[in-house]
């Protein structure tokens, strides 16, 4: 989930008074950084995959399942052969949010070669054994998005009970004992957020409507222990959450690419952008909260709402006081600005920017593009900062940069070489929903790394105004988007023709015609991807092996197979003991 300083966490009072050394100091590290860095060149494709995983704790005497916090006693024993030799292990292995989380990805980025997408998969199944190996019997290691029953009584094992009074989130359903203990980022994190905003996050998402839901759905949350506030901030007939744990205890599938050089990363990190709507409707897989059913696929506004800092003048409910600014969304969302000179003219939304760190950027040779993209990310306050890490070094270190830079958890991330490292620009991929098998996760993202390399050699415009990304955003979380949903989308992405209006260059499209195409009017993403591999000396093994992942995001698409979500939802409600 982002930077693992190590040291003793400073609480919020302390943290505030230090925001702005945090930022001064951090906007200096990237003007060195890039100073140091913005020539580099001749970094060749190098990829490689996140996937989160929740451990489970069944029950078959009293039919329960559990999330297990055991995550870090299994951390420690999955790290130990990196600890050991970090350079030949097949798969590293990092803590998450929730105690019950484990992140994997694989030992080594993959390359440019084709045939590295005949080992995705394998690594994937590799570190689910690798993992599973050191369960309990009756625990399971599962990559599901959201756990249906967390908050709801009990949902972990062993039982943990949520002190609304004196815990880091206050929250009336998710228990601190459920985040990750072994790193203090995360307690920190949930208690800073929650004092900076002024009071506990509120995640209102609409209950899906059914024989079985009253026609008002409202609880008794007092019954729960509310003081009053959770009662205020709970809307009729929503399932109401309260805590950074409903977001962030969530787990997602995450792409990183490094580019050959930082226009080659802007480039793509353009272009991914309208493609992020799209990805997290084809791999919805959420529609469970609190044990409830609700009427959305996705995440994404959960977790978005789950870290949202912003004070109630920041969020526009009251003048502008003691803040600078008012903010449009949550430090999880999806980007306000594209980066570069080709996706300029699409910058249709007013962006946010701190002014002085915009200039200073520009005094130091930044261009106008890139300047606002950092001055963006910088008008919110670290929410997590060390003792020992106040005071730094300039121009070695960069944690005060990465501080800022790693709680914006944008749908993409344009990610600097780190300092002292063979590493190069790279852009992560971030609004993926994980899927249950490793089959599908390797699906996604072998036809993410496709549709980069399609971008790339067919110079492919996928641009649309960041509006119509933003639209596209809502439209994408609700409940069985791919099938009922239109999108925007470029009418021509296969040449890069501007017209006087940017109106007449976007028309509006189901996620079938973008993937499969639209006779006559639109190529589709499959048909240019295997149009590439036409012209590509694919070897018949790899072949296979594409064939079979394009074929279910082909099929997934025009709703011959369900997404996760629907799939999920149909699991539940056609069961038996549905209630
Ligand atoms: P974060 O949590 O900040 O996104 P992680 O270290 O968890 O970062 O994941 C980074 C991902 O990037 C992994 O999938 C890893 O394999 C991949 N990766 C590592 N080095 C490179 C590189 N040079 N280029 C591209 N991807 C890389
Ligand atoms: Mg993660
Ligand atoms: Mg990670
Ligand atoms: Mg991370
Ligand atoms: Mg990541």
Known sequence: ??????????????????????????????????????????????????????LIKFDDDSKTAKLSLRAMEILKILNEKENEDPKNVKSLWRPEYGAYMIEGTPGKPYGGLLAHFNVVEANMRYRRQEATKLLQPNEVLMSLTVFPRVGAPEFTDPPAYPAFNTGASKSLFFPDEAIYPGHPRFKTLTRNIRERRGEKVAINIPIYRDKSVPLLFKEDLID???????????????????????????????????????????????????????????????????????????????????????????????????????????????????????????????????????????????????????AHLFIRDSVSLFSEKVHQDDLKDTDHFENIQSTNWQTMRFKPPPPNSSIGWRVEFRPCEVQITDFENAAIVCFTVLLTRVILSYKLNLLIPISKVDQNMVKAQKRDAVKVEKFWFRRDITSDIKSDDAQSEYTEFTINEIINGKDGIFPGLVPLVNSYLANMDVDADTHCTIQRYIKLIQKRASGELLTTAAWLRKEVTSHPEYK
């Open 1 to 54: 989930m982002g930077l693992l300083s190590e040291g003793s966490p400073l609480n919020w009072e302390e943290t505030k008074k230090l925001s702005d050394h945090v930022r001064k100091h951090g906007v200096i590290q990237f003007i060195n950084l890039y100073k140091r860095l913005r020539d580099r060149q001749g970094d060749v494709l190098k990829w490689g995959d996140e996937v989160e995983y929740m």
């Open 224 to 374: 729960k222990g509310d003081d009053g506030s959770s009662s205020k901030a709970s809307k009729d007939n929503h399932i109401y959450m309260d805590a950074m744990g409903f977001g962030m205890g969530c787990c997602c599938l995450q792409l990183t690419f490094q580019a050959c050089n930082i226009q080659e990363a802007r480039t793509l990190y353009d272009q991914l952008t309208p493609l992020c709507p799209i990805m997290l409707a084809l791999t919805a897989a959420s529609p469970f909260y609190r044990g409830y059913i609700s009427d959305v696929d996705c995440r994404w506004s959960v977790i978005s709402s789950s870290v949202d800092c912003r004070t109630q003048e920041e969020r526009g409910l009251k003048p502008l006081k003691e803040n600078k600014f008012r903010i449009s969304k949550s430090r999880y969302d999806s980007i306000d600005s594209y980066l570069s000179k080709q996706g300029e003219r699409y910058n249709d939304v007013p962006v946010t920017y701190d002014d002085e760190i915009y200039k200073q950027l520009l005094d130091n040779d930044i261009d106008h593009l890139l300047a606002q993209h950092i």
